[in-house]
């Protein structure tokens, strides 16, 4: 079952906006985190928020977590070509242990 | 080099036959998972381990096979009863327990002709 869910499915900005992609889940989570995906690869780790928390940094990147209303946002300031991407959020159910849910992901194509 | 490998890259599979792909990781994870994703479609997962000769299901497993006899080794068997097989699947591996992230493989893209 598909816990999370991604808005929007596909985001096309200009370089150096911002881009915006949000994750709505359906459980009470241990933890969400967001992964890239560059196109025919694998996946790659961007950062995790814990259930207790409500913002998190990592470069240019910043995360909220709104557990009242299950939800997420990813923010990505001053875009660059090279983020652009699939954007998938997963998270960590309570009773589930390690195992993540992954939503269906945003393509953001950040246009030079 | 501290990673996860899978092969190969590219797979083609006669439909009736039954292929295995490899996935292989150095990190020390006992935590180990087999992904499905169809073009443009998020994650969907296949089966995971959490410890050497234990193994669940996943949301798909019909079709599928694994087994974990060595830590660092997790290979999936995608059998005849695989209706749909054509797909790009992802290995990953993991800490286990919450908060962990998983690392994951480059994929095998498998095509049924």
């Known amino acids: 079952s598909q816990q999370g869910e991604e808005d929007p499915q596909a985001l096309s900005i200009q370089e150096g906006e911002n881009a915006t992609m949000n994750c709505s889940y359906k459980?009470?989570?241990?933890?969400l985190q967001w992964y890239r995906q560059n196109s025919g690869r694998g996946l790659v780790h961007l950062i995790l928020?814990?259930?207790?928390?409500r913002e998190k940094h990592s470069g240019r990147l910043r995360v909220t977590l709104d557990t009242s209303k299950k939800s997420s946002s990813l923010l990505i300031t001053a875009s660059r070509a090279a983020d652009t991407a699939s954007y998938f959020c997963?998270?960590?159910?309570?009773?589930?242990?390690?195992?993540?849910?992954f939503g269906e992901g945003t393509q953001l194509t950040v246009n030079p | 080099d501290g990673g996860i490998t899978q092969s190969p890259k590219y797979l083609f599979r006669k439909e009736g036959q039954n292929v295995t792909l490899s996935c292989e990781q150095n990190?020390?994870?006992?935590?180990m998972y087999w992904y499905r994703q169809d073009p443009g479609q998020g994650l969907r997962l296949i089966y995971y381990?959490?410890?050497?000769?234990?193994?669940q299901k996943g949301d798909i497993a019909e079709g599928y096979s694994v087994s974990r006899e060595k830590k660092e080794s997790f290979p999936l068997t995608v059998t005849s009863a695989q209706k749909n097989p054509t797909a790009f699947y992802l290995c990953?591996?993991?800490?286990?327990?919450?908060?962990?992230?998983?690392?994951f493989g480059p994929g095998t893209r498998l095509t049924v002709l």
């Open positions: 990190l020390n994870h006992d935590a």
């Open positions: 459980t009470s989570i241990n933890n």
């Open positions: 990953a591996s993991s800490l286990t327990g919450a908060y962990n992230e998983q690392f």
């Open positions: 997963a998270t960590d159910a309570e009773t589930s242990g390690s195992r993540l849910t």
């Open positions: 381990s959490q410890i050497v000769n234990d193994f």
């Open positions: 928020i814990r259930s207790n928390e």
